[in-house]
C-alpha cells in the first residue's frame, strides 16, 4: 500500500508561481509512475502532467505545457492562472505513465491551489 501527501498549494496571484509536492511512505514509490491531476469545483477531474518511474517519459496536458514541470516528487507550476484553481491531487500506478484518473491505484488526500487575478 502507497500512502500519498501532497504539499505546497496555496494562494498565488496570477503570474506567480508553486511548488507542490507529493511523498510518498513505500520506498518502492520509486517504481511507480506517478501523475498528478486537478479538480476544480463543478467539474470533472483532469489530467495535468505524468512521469514515468525511470524520469524517461513526461506528459503535460496542453492547458499547462510550457508552464508547468514535473518531476518525481514536484509538480513546479509557473505563470500561474485564475484557471488553474483547483484541489491538485498526486497519484501513482505500477506500470506506464497514463492521463485517465481511474487508471491510477493509489492517491493524495489533495492540496488547494488558488490564483487570483
Known amino acids: 500500500q502507497v500512502h500519498l501527501v501532497e504539499s505546497g498549494g496555496g494562494l498565488v496571484q496570477a503570474g506567480g508561481s508553486l511548488r507542490l509536492s507529493c511523498a510518498a511512505s513505500?520506498?518502492?514509490?520509486?517504481?511507480?509512475?506517478m501523475g498528478w491531476f486537478r479538480q476544480a469545483p463543478g467539474k470533472e477531474r483532469e489530467f495535468v502532467s505524468a512521469?514515468?518511474w525511470s524520469g524517461g517519459s513526461i506528459y503535460y496536458a496542453d492547458s499547462v505545457k510550457g508552464r508547468f514541470t514535473i518531476s518525481r516528487d514536484n509538480l513546479q507550476m509557473n505563470s500561474l492562472k485564475p484557471e488553474d484553481t483547483a484541489i491538485y491531487y498526486c497519484a501513482a500506478r505500477a506500470g506506464e505513465p497514463r492521463g485517465v484518473a481511474n487508471e491510477y491505484d493509489y492517491w493524495g488526500q489533495g492540496t488547494q491551489v488558488t490564483v487570483s487575478s
Open positions: 513505500e520506498r518502492t514509490f520509486s517504481s511507480y509512475a
Open positions: 512521469i514515468s
